[in-house]
């Protein structure tokens, strides 16, 4: 990976002042210009919503509204309150994600969010008796755990026994139910099959089959109409740099290209980003304080390990790595240190859980040198154990222009 010179220059102005190194280097540029980009390129209907579990940070917040972002993802009070002091009205927040609690109902029909994605009849009905309480309507989406996944992605988030949504066989079962609840206005579905995706294909694959989905709902229950239908994320990142980042433009023309064969012109398509938005914006950097080998593979032991970035472990996978040389003086007479070999990269932690990367070619390396990972601004510090063991939180800079 090669590390973009002002990147660089940042973590070394930081790293040089004397104090053990660990920090998330942000720029928002790249999520701004792909929100842009996703503005220009899809067809019309698209709306465009920030993810924020990818990154809470403000200024991720800041630069998606800056970039006129139709709204937020959330799923959590607490991102609610974050997308709020940000500048997000709550009309433009969307709230996704099993096990809402009554308070978080509350506030988001207190507070009009644009849709509530029930992912529940029992959700249903706790907003049905929140919206009598306060006499109020609430548009809401019915997120469906459709019979099709996406085999080869990262996670998926459909097909199989799943905590997200309504099974598509139990459909007919539950939705009369819930066109029943007077107080909630049912504007179409949400079904979002898996994240991390780079075969355009794949994604457009489901959409697909949402869309034929939607016409046997609409076709089955008279005068039910699925104006809204949301797609979730899954736009994939190069994390293996083989030069195969996902082709928005294609999925830009296909979409449009389904939407005509469908008739769904009228409609809204809403995508929820996080990884494609915010991936590109963040390294996690972490200085070498040990290298030691061990029974011939050598350990290189950071200062940071999974209470700062976690997701390499959770999902096995390296992300691009590189060594920024800080030339420091050796502590003794055969010192070790790595040339041209594939190492493993593990954190402070007591647990054989805490591997930053495993089997990563380096070049060059010597203890307190900054290990920088890439593609680290979407899923880093958020989704890691930052309580284990009480180290300090790593700090978060933004890099302005
Ligand atoms: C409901 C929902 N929407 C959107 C996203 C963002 O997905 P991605 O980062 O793949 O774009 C997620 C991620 O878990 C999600 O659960």
């Known amino acids: 990976m090669q590390i ?30 792909r929100i842009s980009c996703l503005k220009r390129i899809m067809p019309q209907g698209v709306e465009v919503f920030y993810a924020m579990k990818a990154n809470p940070h ?37 709230y996704t994600g099993p096990g809402k609690s009554l308070e978080e109902l509350t506030w988001c029909v207190e507070n009009h969010i644009r849709t509530i994605h029930i992912e529940s009849l029992a959700e249903a009905h706790r907003i049905q008796s929140l919206c009598e309480q306060s006499n109020t309507q609430q548009d809401i989406l019915l997120r469906i ?27 007919d079962v539950a939705l009369p139910q819930i066109l029943a609840l007077n107080k909630l206005n049912f504007r179409g579905l949400h079904v979002y099959a898996a994240s991390g995706v780079l075969n355009v294909d794949d994604l457009l694959h489901n959409c697909k089959l949402v869309f034929d989905l939607t016409q046997r709902i609409e076709t089955q229950y008279q005068g039910v109409t699925c104006d809204i239908i949301d797609f979730g ?41 996080g990884r494609w938005l915010a991936a590109e914006c963040g390294w996690f950097c972490t200085e070498i304080i040990d290298i030691k080998t061990s029974r011939g593979k050598k350990q290189v032991i950071c200062a940071g390990g999974i209470n700062h970035f976690r997701r390499p472990a959770a999902l096995a996978i390296n992300h691009p790595t590189s060594i920024i040389n800080m030339n420091k003086p050796k502590l003794f007479d ?13 954190g402070p932690l007591c647990t054989s ?30 989704m890691s154990n930052t309580g284990f063991l009480s180290h300090a939180l790593p700090q978060e800079i933004v890099v302005t222009h």
């Open 4 to 33: 973009p010179h002002h990147i660089e220059s940042t973590i070394r102005q930081h790293a040089e002042k004397g104090k053990t190194f660990n920090a998330y280097i942000y720029d928002t540029a790249p999520l701004k210009r």
């Open 233 to 273: 994320g899954g736009f994939g990142v190069d994390y293996l740099e083989k030069g195969t980042d996902f082709a928005a433009q294609a999925y830009a023309d296909g979409l449009a290209a389904m939407i005509q064969d469908y008739s769904f012109q009228n409609r809204h398509f809403v995508l929820e980003l």
């Open 353 to 382: 859980a805490d591997k930053l990367a495993n089997d990563v070619y380096i070049e060059e390396a010597h203890i307190g040198d900054i290990a920088v990972f890439g593609l680290a601004g979407a899923y880093g510090l958020s």
């Open 145 to 171: 755990n459709a019979n099709f996944d996406i085999h080869d992605a990262q996670t998926t988030f459909s097909g199989g026994s799943k905590k997200f949504g309504i099974d598509e066989e139990q459909l």
């Open 334 to 346: 055969g010192q070790e240190s790595i040339h041209q070999e594939k190492v493993y990269f593990g």
């Open 58 to 94: 403000p200024a991720f917040l800041n630069a998606a509204l800056e970039a006129d972002v139709t709204g937020i993802e959330i799923a959590s009070l607490g991102e609610a309150h974050k997308a709020v002091a940000a500048g997000f009205t709550p009309s433009q927040l969307i």
